[in-house]
């Protein structure tokens, strides 16, 4: 087991997950609170990189949202986690680039400040 492998296993065990894998061939998918679905992979043409993305749904014709979502992750914005947002029809998506010599406590932080980005997009903070 490599040090990611093992690192995944003890976050997923805390989130009473058991039986997971996670490679560089399949990523590791799943959802929390209902609402935000999160994908870490491995990123493509550089391995030595996760790419952790947290998406969730949006009204397509709310401009002032996209707005205010694109201007979240700007150089003018305060946050604790860096991060590019991009969206797909009606979902946006939150995208991080992470060591792959991550600890589980820094993936679950990630996870945690993702989330929270998207809570403040969603004017739930």
Do not use: W
């Amino acid at each position: 087991i490599d040090m990611i492998e093992a690192e995944i296993k003890s976050f997923s065990s805390r989130l009473g997950i058991g039986n997971i894998s996670f490679d560089k061939s399949k990523p590791l998918c799943f959802i929390l609170d209902g609402r935000y679905s999160y994908c870490l992979e491995y990123s493509k043409g550089n391995e030595t990189y996760l790419n952790l993305t947290v998406e969730f749904s949006y009204d397509t014709y709310d401009l002032d949202f996209l707005e205010k979502a694109f201007a979240s992750c700007t150089y003018e914005s305060t946050r604790v986690i860096d991060f590019a947002v991009a969206c797909h029809k009606d979902n946006l998506m939150l995208v991080t680039s992470l060591r792959e010599d991550i600890s589980a406590g820094e993936l679950e932080n990630a996870i945690i400040n993702l989330k929270d980005q998207a809570e403040k997009i969603l004017g739930k903070t």
